[in-house]
């Protein structure tokens, strides 16, 4: 998949760090951090949500944005964050919810009302 002008949006493996491209891609599809804090695109990291340590590819179907203090939560939680068609979900867990019930987060721009 291409950009607008011609860059590589799924680099796949080879690279760990999301490009600048990727991370515009991300801008506009999350409209800053997933867990709706509030933090715009530019204060935010790009996260591998199948951690690239697990043989996640870095592509934008498999990064979300994330601000610095959401992405060290994540990664010290036991919360589980998946995409399901393009959109990310948060699993808490299950102490704090019994049911194992998949929550939707962040607001996709593609898909908000104008």
């Known amino acids: ?26 801008a ?8 709706n804090c509030g933090a715009p695109p530019g204060w935010c990291d790009a996260h591998h949500v199948t951690e690239y340590e697990a043989g996640g590819e870095t592509n934008i179907d498999n990064g979300v944005l994330l601000c610095s ?30 049911a194992q019930r998949w929550k939707s987060v962040g607001y996709t721009r593609a898909t908000m009302a104008g």
């Open 28 to 35: 506009v599809r999350d409209g800053g951090c997933v867990i």
């Open 69 to 98: 203090t959401h992405h060290t939560w994540l990664h010290a939680s036991e919360f589980t964050l998946t995409m399901v068609n393009g959109k990310p979900w948060l699993l808490a867990p299950p102490w704090l919810d019994p």
């Open 1 to 26: 998949m291409l950009g607008d002008d011609g860059e590589v949006l799924h680099l796949g493996r080879p690279e760990r760090l999301f490009s600048t491209a990727q991370r515009k891609a991300l």
